[in-house]
Structure formats: structure tokens, C-alpha cells
């Protein structure tokens, strides 16, 4: 067992990692920005070392220094949690080189499902199924056009090492592929300093489903469940619950057993996120492998008891999925995450500053992952996340009214956050019957500014 990790992060999953430490027994350094000198990952920690500014490009990005914090602290291992270099495989090569144990996949692997189009080709040798596309890269206007043909329109165009949504187009007809590839190709470039772009067969309305995978050094693989991400605002999720509510027996079952087999094959290690679309006769198709922690876990950690985190340590030691999971893993009740994010609920302004007040619910079944507090600051610098709400209950019926409960009693004051938006949302007849799509939030909110005008006499 490790006797000390660092953790390149910040925020709420830099606690929660310390939280997994504490019970293995293990001590943590916390690095941090001069803009975090004052966030309780760094009073929590055992130590803590500034490793710059506040942007992150000179603090938390930055490599050198985070392994000279490493070697100047004496750790064993560093857990990267998830954003900033979770899925950097330079990092995880340089750890490696470092004799430092990078808590994550090893760097090939990283490197192969940070280029989705790696990824897809790998997935689909071993069985796993995906979209209509090009076989690789595209190269060229006329092999763009001449794939869209095949496969037929509407086709998308995605970033291969990118996401969020950027470097992504929408294509309807052969006359907008060509400066739409260009603007695709120039967004990608920019932002992940990589031009290259795939095309896939484009689904207007799907729901984006994915399923938890660990993975031992030993050649195990265990997919545990899947989450339903559906609910999301320009390509971001903000709530996500698990199990998916249209997910049948059958599917899940044969989805995991293919999954299984992938994973292992391409000897996938530690904890990772398979994600798919579902089309509306319930197919799913892969679209990438997150390799590493996602800000939604504690979904499946509430329906499965399983804590995540420590398990991606234990493995990182050595451990065999067989020592630190049950088996069968007994998959109980129904969980929700409402992301708390600080921006206008209506107009998604960034709402950065000082929170005034502070109160988090509490009861049976409710779990709060924040780093916020009281006097607490929210800085400008990096992602609006202030906390993760998340409830669970024995049916998704009760999960959605403890939600609400929760929400209710949740107070911040002082800066945005988008809790009137979770409240709204959760009310809708959508939402209740679990008749949504990817779409359904863009939707939500324009038809909301559209009530808004016309109350208001605006003619627009």
C-alpha cells in the first residue's frame, strides 16, 4: 500500500480523494494556486505545496512543478482525479519515469482513448458497437464528402482528441460540409492543438448513456452498472442519475459482457467511463472511454456501495478486482446528481465571488461533495462546479421528491447558482416519465425565454 499520494487537483474531488486516503491510512499532499491558498483540500491535506498562479496553465497544467512537488514530498503515487492532466499521457509517462504511480490507466492506453478515433477503431475490433463513419482521420475535403454520401446526411463532425462539444459540426446537406469542415478543423486545432476530425452518422435525438468500468493489473475487468447523462446544456451534463431509466435487463447484461471482454483485451487498468448514444429504438453506439474518474460517480457509488475512488487506489497497489469487490455486486435503488454550478440559472452568466451564506440538506439518503463554505470564494480561474448534490433512494419516484427536498433546504448566497434551474427541471412531465433526450434541456430553456417575452410583450 502507498504510504503517501499526492493529488493533482483542486476542488471537491481533490477532498474526496483525500476522504478516500484517510481510510486506507494514507497521508496526502495537496498542491494548489495562489488563487486556492485558502481552499480546504489544502487545510485538509496533510501537506500542501503552491505550485503557482492562478492560471492554470502555470499551476495545476503545469508538469514540472507538479512533479517537483511529488519528489520534494516523497509520495508513492499521484491521483489525478478528473479534468486538468487526468487523461494527459504525457503526465502518466513522466510519473512513470518518475518512479511515481500514476492512480489512473497506463500512458498507451490514455494516449489511445484520448484520440477517439483510436478509440473507435479499437472498440469496434472487439465487438463493441458503433456509429457509421469514416474508417480514420479525415483527410480531405473530397474524402469528407464521399463518407457523408455513403453513410448519409445529417453526418457529424467531431474533434478526434477533443470534447465538450468543441470541434463539433452538424452537417445536413453536401453544400454545408465544406466550410463546416474548415470551421470544425480550425476549432479543433485551437482548442486541443490537433486539427484532426472524424465523421459519424449523425442521431437527432439520443440519450447519452455510459457505464462504469474498474479494471485490476491482473487482466479483470468489471463494468459496474450504467448512468443515464442525458440532461445536459450545450454538450456539459448536469444531472445524471443511475440506473438509466430505459435501459432493459437484457441490453444492460449484454452491453457489460461485451464491454468486459473489450476492456480486457485491450488490457484496460484502473477506472474508466464507457460512453454511447442510444438511438429511439434503444441501440446504443460507442462514442469514447473517459479514462478516469468522472465528476458523476457518486451515482454509482450510491446504487452499488461501492467507493470508487478507494477502489482506483487499490488497484494502483496491486490489488485484484476480486479482493475489493463483491460478487455479485447487489445494484440497489436509484440515485440522482444535480451539479450546483455557480452561473445565472437563466442566463448562465459565470457568477464567480465570496458565498455569503451557506446551507447544505441533509437526512437519509443525501450526499453533498463540495469544497465550498461560508466565506468561502469561488475564483474565475477554473470550471463554476460548487457541489454535487446527490440523493438515493429505493425507486426513482422517491429519489426525484428526496431530490426536490434537497434542494429546497440547499441556500447559497452570494454568488449564482443554477439550484432554481435544477427545481424547474425536475417538475417537468419530461423528466418525471423519463421521456428526454440530449436535446431536451436546449429545448427546455427556449421555450421558457419564449413564455418569458411574450409575457412581457416583446415581440421578438
Given at each position: 500500500m502507498f504510504s503517501k499520494i499526492l493529488i493533482a487537483n483542486r476542488g471537491e474531488i481533490a477532498l474526496r480523494v483525500?476522504?478516500?486516503?484517510?481510510?486506507?491510512?494514507?497521508?496526502?499532499?495537496?498542491?494548489?494556486?495562489?488563487?486556492?491558498?485558502?481552499?480546504?483540500?489544502?487545510?485538509?491535506?496533510?501537506?500542501?505545496?503552491?505550485?503557482?498562479?492562478?492560471?492554470?496553465?502555470?499551476?495545476?497544467?503545469?508538469?514540472?512543478?507538479?512533479?517537483?512537488?511529488?519528489?520534494?514530498?516523497?509520495?508513492?503515487?499521484?491521483?489525478?482525479?478528473?479534468?486538468?492532466?487526468?487523461?494527459?499521457?504525457?503526465?502518466?509517462?513522466?510519473?512513470?519515469?518518475?518512479?511515481?504511480?500514476?492512480?489512473?490507466?497506463?500512458?498507451?492506453?490514455?494516449?489511445?482513448?484520448?484520440?477517439?478515433?483510436?478509440?473507435?477503431?479499437?472498440?469496434?475490433?472487439?465487438g463493441v458497437p458503433i456509429l457509421p463513419g469514416s474508417e480514420g482521420i479525415i483527410a480531405s475535403e473530397e474524402e469528407a464528402l464521399e463518407v457523408a454520401g455513403k453513410i448519409g446526411y445529417p453526418v457529424i463532425i467531431k474533434a478526434s482528441a477533443g470534447g465538450g462539444g468543441?470541434?463539433?459540426?452538424?452537417?445536413?446537406?453536401a453544400d454545408e460540409l465544406p466550410p463546416l469542415l474548415k470551421q470544425a478543423q480550425a476549432e479543433a486545432g485551437a482548442a486541443f492543438a490537433?486539427?484532426?476530425?472524424?465523421?459519424?452518422?449523425?442521431?437527432?435525438?439520443?440519450?447519452?448513456?455510459?457505464?462504469?468500468?474498474?479494471?485490476?493489473?491482473?487482466?479483470?475487468?468489471?463494468?459496474?452498472?450504467?448512468?443515464?447523462?442525458?440532461?445536459?446544456?450545450?454538450?456539459?451534463?448536469?444531472?445524471?442519475?443511475?440506473?438509466?431509466?430505459?435501459?432493459?435487463?437484457?441490453?444492460?447484461?449484454?452491453?457489460?459482457?461485451?464491454?468486459?471482454?473489450?476492456?480486457?483485451?485491450?488490457?484496460?487498468?484502473?477506472?474508466?467511463?464507457?460512453?454511447?448514444?442510444?438511438?429511439?429504438?434503444?441501440?446504443?453506439?460507442?462514442?469514447?472511454v473517459n479514462a478516469r474518474i468522472q465528476v458523476e460517480h457518486p451515482v454509482t457509488e450510491m446504487v452499488s456501495g461501492i467507493d470508487l475512488v478507494?477502489?482506483?487506489?487499490?488497484?494502483?497497489?496491486?490489488?485484484?478486482?476480486?479482493?475489493?469487490?463483491?460478487?455479485?455486486?447487489?445494484?440497489?435503488?436509484?440515485?440522482?446528481?444535480?451539479?450546483?454550478?455557480?452561473?445565472?440559472?437563466?442566463?448562465?452568466?459565470p457568477s464567480p465571488g465570496r458565498i455569503t451564506g451557506w446551507n447544505v440538506p441533509g437526512g437519509i439518503g443525501v450526499r453533498v461533495d463540495t469544497a465550498a463554505y461560508t466565506d468561502g470564494v469561488i475564483p474565475p480561474y477554473y470550471d463554476s462546479l460548487v457541489a454535487k448534490l446527490i440523493v438515493h433512494a429505493p425507486t426513482r419516484e422517491e429519489a426525484i421528491a428526496r431530490m426536490q427536498r434537497a434542494l429546497d433546504t440547499f441556500i447559497v448566497e452570494g454568488i449564482h447558482t443554477i439550484i432554481p434551474l435544477h427545481k424547474r427541471l425536475l417538475n417537468t412531465p419530461e423528466f418525471r416519465t423519463a421521456q428526454f433526450d440530449t436535446n431536451f434541456v436546449g429545448r427546455f430553456l427556449a421555450e421558457a425565454k419564449e413564455a418569458k417575452q411574450a409575457a412581457a410583450g416583446d415581440p421578438r
Open positions: 483525500i476522504c478516500a486516503c484517510k481510510e486506507l491510512g494514507i497521508k496526502t499532499v495537496a498542491v494548489y494556486s495562489e488563487a486556492d491558498r485558502n481552499s480546504l483540500h489544502v487545510r485538509f491535506a496533510d501537506e500542501a505545496i503552491c505550485i503557482g498562479p492562478a492560471k492554470s496553465a502555470r499551476s495545476y497544467l503545469d508538469i514540472p512543478s507538479v512533479i517537483s512537488a511529488a519528489e520534494i514530498t516523497n509520495v508513492n503515487a499521484i491521483h489525478p482525479g478528473y479534468g486538468f492532466l487526468s487523461e494527459n499521457a504525457d503526465f502518466a509517462q513522466v510519473c512513470e519515469l518518475s518512479r511515481i504511480k500514476f492512480i489512473g490507466p497506463r500512458p498507451e492506453i490514455t494516449r489511445m482513448m484520448g484520440l477517439k478515433q483510436e478509440a473507435r477503431s479499437a472498440m469496434k475490433a472487439h468543441r470541434g463539433m459540426r452538424v452537417v445536413h446537406s490537433v486539427p484532426d476530425v472524424y465523421i459519424e452518422k449523425y442521431i437527432g435525438a439520443p440519450r447519452h448513456i455510459e457505464f462504469q468500468v474498474l479494471a485490476d493489473e491482473h487482466g479483470n475487468v468489471k463494468v459496474i452498472g450504467e448512468r443515464e447523462c442525458s440532461l445536459q446544456r450545450r454538450h456539459q451534463k448536469i444531472i445524471e442519475e443511475a440506473p438509466s431509466p430505459v435501459m432493459t435487463p437484457e441490453l444492460r447484461a449484454r452491453t457489460i459482457a461485451t464491454l468486459e471482454k473489450a476492456l480486457a483485451s485491450i488490457g484496460y487498468t484502473n477506472a474508466g467511463t464507457v460512453e454511447f448514444l442510444m438511438d429511439e429504438h434503444q441501440n446504443l453506439y460507442f462514442i469514447e478507494r477502489s482506483q487506489i487499490l488497484i494502483a497497489a496491486g490489488a485484484r478486482l476480486s479482493d475489493i469487490l463483491p460478487d455479485p455486486i447487489p445494484m440497489r435503488g436509484h440515485a440522482i446528481e444535480c451539479r450546483i454550478n455557480a452561473e445565472h440559472p437563466e442566463t448562465f452568466a
